[in-house]
């Protein structure tokens, strides 16, 4: 009985050694695991330290900012195929933007100042509830027009040739000004640019304008023909367009690359304008204009 006693007892202490020693080495492995995540940490908090300082000191002076913003909502359709009685159309709405640059020109001008490329992408939207919105590059001469109106030109003998170019030009609408990853600007030092297309002067002295469209509804029939279709906001309260439907946020990203090649971006965040709600002004009056001013309304940082 004492030996088969002795053999209990000695078992029982093997397994508590054998535990002690397994909660030991969970105990150890825990430790080195909240070391290595300490240690990580703290490296991570020094490499963001050491990058906020960096910035800081990239950017101990503003070179580049977005001091103006000009933008003009209005809507308008494409006529789709005549029907008797009725009318049959595709209602958008649109908002042109107008971005103007300083480069602080008047304090001083040289390599710094001036760029040698610029591009946007990163485009965001955030609504609508209804349609599908897109964003494009646009003619500055074409600013605050209504462009697409119809499936096709319709051209006759009777249109003198600017006539027949205008046509031309404006009905054969395409995606190649759309942006869909990025918006490449030609860069120029001199000579006129070519304003059907994103071009730009070194200084910045043209604005970016770019155009924000909503195609709303596809063949919506308005009834109503006793009296004319208006192309431009009107259209939105005939058509049954619902402004809260249509909200829209818009974000891009800027980019610039100077003459020493250090590099600045500008993230432009956007609430395409409907009304004012001091003024009672609505884009149901026809159109709605809204101008963003202000010293470092959007300022470039510099990263690197």
């Known amino acids: 009985m004492r030996n088969k006693t002795t053999v209990i007892v000695n078992g029982d202490q093997k397994y508590k050694i ?34 906020r300082n ?21 809507a308008s359709a494409i006529e789709n195929a005549e029907k008797r009685a009725v009318w049959n159309i595709d209602p958008y709405q649109f908002t042109d933007i107008a971005i103007y640059i300083n480069n602080r020109k008047d304090e001083y001008f ?20 209804i349609g599908f919105p897109n964003l494009y590059y646009k003619d500055i001469n074409d600013f605050g027009k209504s462009l697409y109106t119809t499936t096709e030109a319709k ?7 600017e006539e027949k170019s205008l046509k031309t030009r404006i009905f054969e609408k395409t995606d190649e000004n759309k942006i ?26 043209h604005p970016i304008t770019l155009e924000y469209v909503n195609n709303i509804k596809e063949n919506h029939i ?37 003459n020493y090649d250090q590099e600045f971006i500008a993230n432009v965040y956007l609430e395409i304008p409907f009304e004012d709600t001091i003024t009672g002004e609505t884009i149901y009056d026809g159109s709605f204009t809204k101008k963003i001013e202000g010293k470092n309304t959007f300022k470039f940082l510099r990263i690197k």
């Open 54 to 74: 960096s910035i800081y000191k990239l950017n101990s002076k503003t070179v580049f900012s977005i001091d103006k913003i000009v933008l003009y909502s209005s």
């Open 110 to 129: 040289n390599y710094e100042n001036t760029i040698k490329e610029m591009y946007i992408d990163n485009v965001k939207f955030s609504g609508p509830e």
């Open 18 to 51: 054998k535990r002690k020693i397994f909660i030991s080495v969970v105990l150890l492995i825990v430790l080195v695991l909240m070391l290595q995540v300490t240690i990580s940490v703290k490296l991570m908090n020094k490499r963001l330290d050491e990058e």
């Open 222 to 258: 308005i009834s109503d023909i006793n009296s004319d279709i208006t192309y431009n906001g009107t259209l939105l309260r005939k058509s049954g367009v619902i402004l809260s439907e249509i909200k829209t946020s818009l974000s891009f990203r800027i980019t610039l690359i100077n």
């Open 155 to 161: 051209l006759t003998n009777e249109d003198t040739s």
């Open 180 to 205: 869909n990853d990025k918006l490449t600007f030609e860069v120029l030092n001199d000579g006129e640019l070519d304003y059907s297309k994103p071009e730009t002067y070194t200084d910045c002295s």
